[in-house]
């Protein structure tokens, strides 16, 4: 069997057997000028082509976030005005049953003299009824029936 010369075998003191990737020495070699020169013109050639090639894509991208970026701001405003206002009545209508809810506390619960003035007063309607009947005759002037 011959030796793999990509890899490195190594042993450790329990006996274990691993393999490691062959570390390459790289020599550093001097280039010339001109070899830098073609080196760095071939390397802006490549930019350059690549960036003519992806060219119509960038124009495309660059007009959609063009045409995108202001309908985002109108979007994001207008949904900002609609929430205020949806949040507006509904703190409005949360203050009116707040409202009613501390009314009929106070009127009903704190106050038993109202509450005996209201059925007192339904008694009133109901003596008023009685004599415009007795007057009337039991008849009623203005029937819609």
């Known amino acids: 069997m011959r030796k793999d010369t990509k890899m490195d075998a190594h042993v450790t003191r329990s006996g274990y057997r691993y393999y490691t990737p062959t570390q390459k020495k ?6 010339e000028e001109e070899k830098k020169w073609k080196k760095g013109l071939r390397w802006l050639g490549k930019a350059i082509w690549l960036g003519i090639k992806n060219l119509p894509s960038l ?5 959609v976030l063009m045409v995108a970026t202001p309908l985002m701001f109108l979007l994001f405003i207008f949904n900002l005005i609609k ?13 009116v ?3 009613f809810l501390v009314l009929c506390y106070w009127a009903f ?8 003035q209201v059925l007192n007063f339904g008694l ?9 009947q007795s007057i009337t005759g039991g008849k009623r002037p203005l029937s819609l029936s």
Do not use: M, N, R, Y
Not at 86 to 95: L, M, Q, S, Y
Not at 109 to 116: A, I
């Open 124 to 132: 009133k309607i109901g003596q008023c009824q009685k004599v415009f």
């Open 109 to 116: 619960l704190t106050k038993k003299e109202l509450l005996q």
């Open 97 to 99: 049953v707040v409202a």
């Open 26 to 31: 790289s020599e550093v070699t001097k280039l």
């Open 59 to 63: 124009i495309v991208k660059a007009a």
């Open 83 to 95: 929430s205020l206002i949806a949040t507006a009545i509904g703190w409005f209508v949360f203050k």
